[in-house]
């Protein structure tokens, strides 16, 4: 522990990893574009830059706390050299602000404003860069980008894929694929965390806001949505309603009256999901053959395991996803004339991530030739949405999704938490289903933030060994672990995203640390209010079972790769 003094005021540190968070702990919102407490420290904005008391001037960021030190942040000499960055960067950025699809959210523009920037005095000499929008997930837009690595490093140090790097030197600097392909050419899997901390638009979502609102203006279209479990955490906060609220009625009332004719939750396509994967794992494990099992419901994970390590293709499971579970039971379900009334179906799912939009594309994700869902909008377009439709959202009451696929377990709910699909299994193998049993599980070691968890437990006295990972970085490690026999699991559960859906790369910008635990406990309490805990015990799911999927299980509900 130490005392520094931060602009004539005494502030304690423990273990702050560097002077920024200091300050920010004292309650100064030092501004910076190229900081995140979950990367490595880069120090290329240098907008975080202190003085000392020796005139000394430094960026926060990149120095670390010492007992005694005083700095100061917000000297006019601070102050004059900030905007002149400032103005630099917006110098060679370009500057159609009103029509960017960032704009209200972009780093840069409220950082302008804040600093008082009216005028760049300098002329943008930079080469217009052609806009990549080959990917299904992401859109780049090198014109709006101010070098500041944040997905650089998110995408080599966090999720160990590397696509993007910087390319030459000077005003031609760049970050791009290497040899200047285009993103879809490369291993990148959609994931969007570099979009997540892109601070201005040079990293966007690729949309399809615009197709929805024609086809929910059409009289010829039923139009049916999928929310996903993590959706519902992540949306209040937007309107200002508590962060972590499941906001899910609010939800089921603004699809109605944007024009959504039925509105459903993936949560009953995870309960699907459970009953296939365990079935499958108690197979494997029969067989000994293809394990361990590994989780398929992340599309960018599945992604990244056919580029890396295709040597364990073979061990993804063959379930879909519950998105892709959901689609291909709804498309059968509206084959009726009766249930259809002559309309086109169009399956939207609602999604809190961006790989999603690759996975509808896939071969697998579709049935006797056709795509099973239709359109991916991720939850920041949906947010989006419902701004421009003018509903205020926050006063809206809350209705009950539709049936009959409206009614998931709390085990499905939690599957957009990292641990939730290895818990919702555990709670499927395992016998009882009351309040100890739930806890037994629970305190197991499935939940909690940490990239890396395992657990162990007793199938019919079979010891059955467990680990669970988030961030592609993480599960890297962990598969050079398995490879070299280093550690031996039974079942493993990998989600792309660190802290798994709820920080999905189409979710809107968590504002800090504290909106990220509060979604992942938004879903932990949706599961304490929901009376069904198992996925088996969900009625309409049996009722599924015993009628509409009677033989097509397999061809509905896995990866079906001849469809
Ligand atoms: Fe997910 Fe899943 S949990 S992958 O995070 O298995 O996207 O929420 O919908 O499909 O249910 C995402 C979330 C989601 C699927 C489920
Ligand atoms: Fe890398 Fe994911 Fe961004 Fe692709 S979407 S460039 S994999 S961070």
Same mark, same amino acid.
């Given at each position: 522990?130490?005392?520094? +003094? ?7 540190? +423990? ?5 920024? +968070? ?42 670390? !706390? ?9 000297? !006019? ?20 602000? +009103? ?9 840069? =523009? ?25 990917? !299904? ?49 490369? /291993?990148?899997?959609?994931?969007? =965390?570099?979009?997540?901390?892109? !601070? ?17 203006? /059409? ?18 906060? =937007? ?31 995870? /309960? ?20 361990? #099992? ?8 599945? *992604? ?45 799912? @609602? ?10 594309? *896939? ?18 377009? #949906? ?23 409206? @009614? ?26 009351? *309040? ?35 961030? #592609? ?91």
């Amino acid at each position: 522990m130490g005392v520094m +003094t931060i602009d004539g005021r005494k502030v304690e540190f +423990t273990d702050e990893p560097n002077i920024l +968070t200091v300050i920010r702990k004292a309650d100064i919102d030092i501004p910076t574009l190229c900081y995140h407490s979950e990367l490595s420290v880069y120090g290329a904005c240098r907008l975080c830059t202190v003085e000392n008391d020796k005139g000394k001037t430094f960026a926060s960021c990149s120095e670390p !706390p010492r007992d005694g030190m005083v700095i100061y942040t917000n000297t !006019p000499r601070l102050m004059k050299y900030r905007k002149l960055i400032l103005e630099l960067l917006l110098a060679a950025h370009c500057r159609d602000c +009103t029509t960017c699809i960032k704009s209200g959210e972009c780093q840069l =523009q409220s950082l302008a404003h804040r600093m008082g920037v009216m005028d760049v005095r300098f002329e943008n000499t930079k080469e217009l860069q052609p806009i990549d929008d080959s990917s !299904p997930a992401i859109v780049r837009d090198p014109n709006k980008c101010i070098l500041c690595g944040d997905c650089v490093r998110m995408c080599d140090n966090v999720q160990a894929v590397n696509a993007i790097d910087f390319a030459y030197r000077g005003t031609k600097a760049l970050v791009t694929p290497a040899f200047d392909k285009k993103i879809a050419e490369t /291993d990148c899997v959609n994931c969007g =965390q570099c979009r997540v901390v892109c !601070p201005t638009g040079a990293i966007s979502i690729k949309t399809n806001m615009d197709v929805i609102w024609d086809l929910l203006a /059409d009289k010829d279209t039923k139009v049916i949505a999928q929310i996903a479990p993590a959706v519902r955490v992540a949306v209040g906060d =937007q309107f200002g309603l508590p962060r972590g609220e499941n906001v899910m009625g609010k939800l089921v009332n603004v699809l109605h009256r944007m024009g959504f004719d039925e509105v459903f939750d993936t949560s009953y396509g995870a /309960d699907l999901t459970v009953i296939e994967e365990s079935e499958e794992l108690l197979n494997r494990l029969e067989s000994g053959e293809k394990l361990p #099992l590994f989780t398929s419901c992340c599309p960018a994970w599945v *992604r990244y395991c056919e580029n890396r390590y295709p040597e364990f293709a073979e061990n993804l499971s063959t379930c879909r996803s519950p998105q892709q579970m959901f689609g291909a039971v709804v498309r059968e379900y509206y084959k009726d004339p009766e249930k259809n009334l002559g309309k086109r179906v169009v399956s939207v799912s @609602i999604m809190p991530c961006t790989a999603k939009k690759d996975e509808i594309l *896939r071969p697998e994700s579709s049935t006797n030739g056709k795509q099973d869902i239709d359109y991916v909008l991720t939850t920041t377009e #949906l947010v989006s949405m419902i701004r421009k439709s003018g509903i205020r959202f926050e006063n809206l009451e809350i209705e009950a999704s539709d049936m009959p696929f409206g @009614i998931g377990s709390g085990a499905g709910v939690i599957f957009g938490v990292t641990g939730g699909v290895t818990e919702a299994v555990l709670r499927r193998l395992r016998k009882g289903h009351n *309040r100890v049993d739930m806890d037994n599980i629970k305190f197991s070691g499935v939940r909690g933030e940490k990239g890396l968890k395992e657990v162990e437990f007793d199938y019919n006295g079979r010891t059955i060994r467990a680990a669970i990972v988030s961030g #592609l970085g993480n599960a890297d490690a962990l598969l050079k672990r398995i490879k070299a026999g280093e550690v031996h699991y039974d079942f493993v559960e990998v989600m792309a995203c660190y802290r798994g859906c709820v920080m999905g790369g189409g979710q809107p910008v968590p504002a800090g640390p504290r909106t990220k635990s509060a979604r992942m406990k938004g879903l932990y309490d949706s599961d304490v209010n929901t009376q069904i805990k198992k996925s088996n015990e969900n009625p309409l799911v049996q009722t599924l079972y015993d009628g509409l999927l009677k033989g097509k299980e397999h061809k509905l509900l896995h990866r079906n790769f001849e469809a």
